[in-house]
């Protein structure tokens, strides 16, 4: 489709491509130009943004490889030789950095070079050329701001955010999420028009649950995927571009980062962060505190053997447009040669009183010879809570206590039993899932699955040593 606009003239010569290596000596002079796949690509990719083939675009990407420049400074620049009427928001999560790049889309835009191609079309406009914004005589402005920094009234044709995140905030939840609220709640709504308009997200993945991750979860984005060291992927844009890499550990951009450099650039990150910021995994391929490799699946658990169900509990109920936490009850046995089975897993989002009914009915299906173990919030509440489930139990067997410790921690016992080989999940359909969370633990969007586990084991091992006389529920 690009191919058929240009021939009708609807894309300015050069292409942006072209047009890119053009400039390169405008704004880094005493520098080559190093080509690369990847510059190519996304080029394709933002063409078919100014002409409305793509409208959502993902791009993610790994740090030092032309984003910036490409994405936020030449691009917009480019366009105006198009269309100069375009108007254009930029954002980043450091004001500075979208000042930075404000400023050299200024100066491209004011270089003897580009007045003597496209000066006839438009001019800068001299009230309002400031550093963070400025306009032309053909209506077209650009805006710098950075996250939650946006203010009302203002829009744009093209919403574009470069880097939301800050790297060094990756483990903040708080962060994160004010990130994404700033998404849905300023940036979202943006467009001047909502059936013409564009947005365009550019990042290194931080974390599974970050803006790009947060977009592609709940929207069609076209996603543009540019991983460090190439791992073989099936992925491929409706543009129908693909990774031409074909051996697995291929570098994207071997001229400007070899392997030396890569080598050194992981071992400063360590291995999740590598995974999300050079290979756009936010999680290391063999997954975090646990590897699915750990985990062998068998058809049955021994029938003598000592079982617990242990509860984790959902702090909140579903609601629209969210991505609460679930209550997980993980069935989990140990047999005599201390092999530990987990039998069964239930995962659900629901009402406390739905949480109430899927307890008594699943300790029904369980029988009373399988303990039941729930957590015990601190404080008089959770009191109040445990002693009401002990009640509503009567006659099985209950246990409740107060955990303590991080959730890294209290994972810790029986991540190591399963990396020796003594944790094996009973196959069910619940398998896929259960493998997806904890590999991706400390680091998921979710982690029920495992403070499951990781209860059902504690108390396991408890009962185990302990062996003191059944206490029924009173």
Known sequence: MIDQLEMAGTLPKPSLREYIEEAWPVLEPGTTFVPGFHIDAICEHLE??????????VINMPPRHMKSLLVSVMWPTWDWTRTPSSRWIYASYSA???????LKCRRLIQSNWYQNNWGSMFRMTGDQNAKKRFENTATGHRLATSVGGIGTGEGGDRVV???????????SPVKRQAVLEWWDGQMSTRLNDASTGAFV???????????????????????????????????????????????????????????????????????????????QRPVPKEGGDFKAEWFGIVGAAPVA????????????????????DWTVG????????????????????????EVEQTIKQTAELDGKGVMISLPQDPGQAGKAQAAYYVKALAGYTVRTAVETGSKEVRAEPVAAQAEAGNVKLVKGHWNKDFIDEVTFFPFGAHDDLVDG??????????????????IRGL
């Open 305 to 324: 053997a000592s079982k617990v169900r242990h509860w984790d509990l959902a702090a909140t109920e579903q609601k629209a447009n969210e991505d609460p």
């Open 48 to 57: 078919a943004v100014s002409v409305g083939q793509i409208r959502q675009l």
């Open 453 to 470: 586990m990781s209860g059902a084991f504690t108390r396991l091992l408890q009962k185990t040593k302990i062996r003191r006389p059944e």
């Open 201 to 279: 997200i550019v990042m290194q993945r931080i974390h599974e649950r970050d803006l790009a991750g947060h977009v592609l979860d709940r929207e069609e984005y076209e996603h543009l995927v540019l991983p460090a060291e190439y791992e073989p992927t099936t992925m491929v844009t409706s543009l129908g571009w693909e990774d031409p890499r074909t051996e697995s550990g291929q570098l994207l951009w071997p001229e400007k980062m070899p392997q030396e450099a890569l080598n050194a650039l992981k071992a400063k990150l360590g291995s999740h962060r590598a995974a999300g910021q050079l290979q």
């Open 96 to 102: 500075d950095l979208s000042t930075r790049d404000s």
């Open 161 to 171: 955010v470069d880097d939301p995140h800050n790297v060094l905030e990756t483990e």
């Open 330 to 353: 993980c069935l989990m046995s140990r047999a005599p040669n201390g092999i530990h089975y987990i039998e069964d897993v239930r995962r659900f989002r629901g009402s406390p009183h």
